[in-house]
C-alpha cells in the first residue's frame, strides 16, 4: 500500500500568487488531516476534512487559506495571495477515523516565498 | 482545550545514555495518547502509542507508559544510538462523535553524539 503521497515536494511562489498543496490519502482512508510546521517550531493544526465535508477549520487562517476533499481525487490545500509569513512546511496526514487510530503523514510540501 | 505539552530541547546525550523526554497532557475523556518521531526532512512516523490508562507503549527500545493520575506519557530509551537523532512529538487524540482529531507538543530536537 502506498502511503500518504503529498505534491510538489518544494514549491516556491512569489508574493501575490497562489500555492496549491495537494495531498493523496492512504488508500481507504477517508479523514485527512493538514498540518503547518515553522522552521524548528512543531506542528499546528489547520484544518480536518472527511470526504466533502470540513469537520474542523479552527487552525486555519480566515482569509486566503481554503481546503477541499472532494469525493474523487486528492485533498486540495490552496493559499491564495501568498505572503513571506507562508512560508512553511505542510503535511498532511490520514487515517481510517476511529480514536486509537494513529495519523499516516506525507513527507510534507515545503512552501517558500519569495 | 486538549492540550500536551513537553520538554523543551534540545536534548544532547552521549550514545549509550539513558534517555527520558517528558510530556504531561489536559485532556477531558479518555484519549489515546501517541509519540511520533521526525527524521530530517520527513514527515512523522508513529513510534508507539497507548489506548488507556496504565497502557505501556513500545517500539525499537522506546518506552512509553499511560499515567492518568498524574496524567503523564513520559518517553524512556534504556540506551540511546546515534540513529536515534530526531524530533519527538508527543500527541493525543480529541474523540468526538464519529470523528478524531490529534493534537500535538511542541516537539523535542533530540541529538547523540558518538
Known amino acids: 500500500n502506498a502511503g500518504v503521497m503529498q505534491n510538489p515536494r518544494h514549491l516556491v511562489r512569489r508574493r501575490g500568487q497562489e500555492a496549491r498543496l495537494r495531498c493523496s490519502p492512504v488508500?481507504?482512508?477517508?479523514?485527512v488531516y493538514w498540518y503547518r510546521q515553522l522552521p524548528e517550531e512543531g506542528l499546528k493544526f489547520m484544518v480536518y476534512?472527511?470526504?466533502?465535508?470540513?469537520?474542523?477549520e479552527s487552525g486555519m487562517p480566515k482569509e486566503r487559506f481554503s481546503a477541499e476533499f472532494p469525493k474523487e481525487g486528492p485533498s486540495i490545500l490552496r493559499i491564495q495571495q501568498v505572503v513571506r509569513g507562508d512560508s512553511a512546511a505542510y503535511f498532511c496526514?490520514?487515517?481510517?477515523?476511529?480514536?486509537?487510530?494513529?495519523?499516516?503523514f506525507g513527507n510534507g510540501t515545503r512552501l517558500t516565498v519569495t | 482545550g486538549n492540550s500536551v505539552t513537553q520538554m523543551e530541547g534540545p536534548v544532547t546525550l552521549s550514545e549509550e545514555a539513558f534517555l527520558t523526554i517528558n510530556c504531561t497532557y489536559t485532556?477531558?475523556?479518555?484519549?489515546?495518547l501517541f509519540w511520533y518521531v521526525q527524521y530530517p526532512g520527513e514527515g512523522l512516523q508513529l513510534l508507539l502509542k497507548?489506548?488507556?490508562?496504565?497502557d505501556k507503549g513500545s517500539n525499537k527500545g522506546f518506552e512509553a507508559t499511560y499515567r492518568k493520575e498524574t496524567t503523564s506519557f513520559h518517553l524512556e530509551k534504556g540506551s540511546v544510538q546515534v540513529s536515534d537523532s530526531a524530533v519527538y512529538f508527543c500527541?493525543?487524540?480529541?474523540?468526538?462523535?464519529?470523528?478524531?482529531?490529534?493534537?500535538f507538543g511542541s516537539g523535542t530536537r533530540l541529538s547523540i553524539r558518538p
Open positions: 496526514a490520514s487515517s481510517p477515523g476511529e480514536g486509537s487510530s494513529p495519523l499516516h
Open positions: 500527541a493525543l487524540s480529541e474523540v468526538y462523535s464519529s470523528a478524531s482529531k490529534i493534537i
Open positions: 485532556a477531558t475523556g479518555y484519549p489515546s
Open positions: 476534512l472527511q470526504k466533502e465535508n470540513i469537520i474542523d
Open positions: 488508500k481507504g482512508h477517508s479523514h
Open positions: 497507548a489506548t488507556k490508562a496504565d
